[in-house]
């Protein structure tokens, strides 16, 4: 419950708050990309805040983000650098993500 209104803070993405495990994501097409890049940054930033004004560390290193789509779309990205960022601390890119157990790939 104290976690529960982090929810709050985010106003750009989509999320999925599970315990203490918090997900956002974003749908957009590949022409949109920066723009949602700048999107996704602005709630890690209201969500850093959140956790300051809250008395939580967040650790930058456990942050990571995929881009899923088709082969094709994502092929499209594959030269664009996405700056997504924590604490001024870039987040790494991943192929994988683990969803509550579940394995997804960058294909779905």
Not at 60 to 72: A, C, N, R, V, Y
Request: with cysteine; proline share 5%; glycine share 2%.
């Amino acid at each position: 419950m104290y976690s529960a209104d982090i929810i709050n803070t985010i106003t750009n993405c989509r999320h999925h708050l599970y315990a203490d495990d918090l997900q956002v994501y974003l749908p957009f097409a590949p022409a949109d990309c920066t723009s949602a890049v700048a999107k996704v940054n602005e709630d890690l930033d209201s969500i850093s805040a959140w956790c300051s004004s809250n008395y939580l560390t967040i650790n930058p290193k456990k942050f990571q983000f995929t881009i899923m789509g088709s082969p094709k779309n994502i092929a499209k990205l594959k030269d664009i650098t996405l700056n997504i960022h924590i604490n001024g601390e870039p987040i790494t890119r991943v192929d994988t993500v683990r969803n509550l157990g579940l394995v997804v790939d960058c294909n779905l």
